[in-house]
């Protein structure tokens, strides 16, 4: 599913400039149906009270379905935009790094639907997304 010529390297050139760069998103594992990144649990993403911000909870969730929902598609024919998205935040994160990994729960030719597990470092549940990305012809 996920080209297999995609590397982390491949991922990160995507980051310079955008969202993902300030918050100090890192790509951190890419397989055939999944991809992994890290995002601090910082100043960038705390939010008045010290815990982790859910919505850069939520701006890791799409990051990383958005990017894995472009990865499946011909590019040069098709591209995806977030449709919905919706998390469910299960357990608070002061500080370290919390890992999010997407999966495709279905993949068809005019919608995509991935699921976003956001674990902390001890690989607790932080958070649980779920993206559903339409995909666009290009004209």
């Given at each position: 599913?996920?080209?297999?010529d995609v590397t982390l390297d491949t991922l990160e050139a ?86 999010g990994t997407t999966r495709p729960l279905h993949v068809g030719?005019?919608?995509?639907v991935w699921e976003i597990r956001i674990e902390n470092e ?18």
């Amino acid at each position: 599913m996920i080209p297999s010529d995609v590397t982390l390297d491949t991922l990160e050139a995507m980051s310079p400039n955008t969202m993902v760069e300030h918050l100090g998103i890192e790509y951190t594992a890419v397989g055939t149906d999944y991809i992994t990144a890290r995002m601090p649990v910082d100043h960038r993403t705390h939010q008045p009270f010290g815990l982790l911000h859910g919505g850069a909870s939520v701006a890791l969730a799409e990051t990383l379905g958005s990017v894995a929902a472009n990865l499946v598609v011909n590019s040069s024919q098709q591209y995806c935009v977030g449709l919905d998205i919706n998390a469910n935040h299960v357990k608070s994160a002061r500080s370290g790094y919390v890992y999010g990994t997407t999966r495709p729960l279905h993949v068809g030719r005019k919608t995509h639907v991935w699921e976003i597990r956001i674990e902390n470092e001890e690989q607790e549940l932080i958070s649980i997304s779920r993206i559903t990305m339409a995909v666009i012809d290009r004209k």
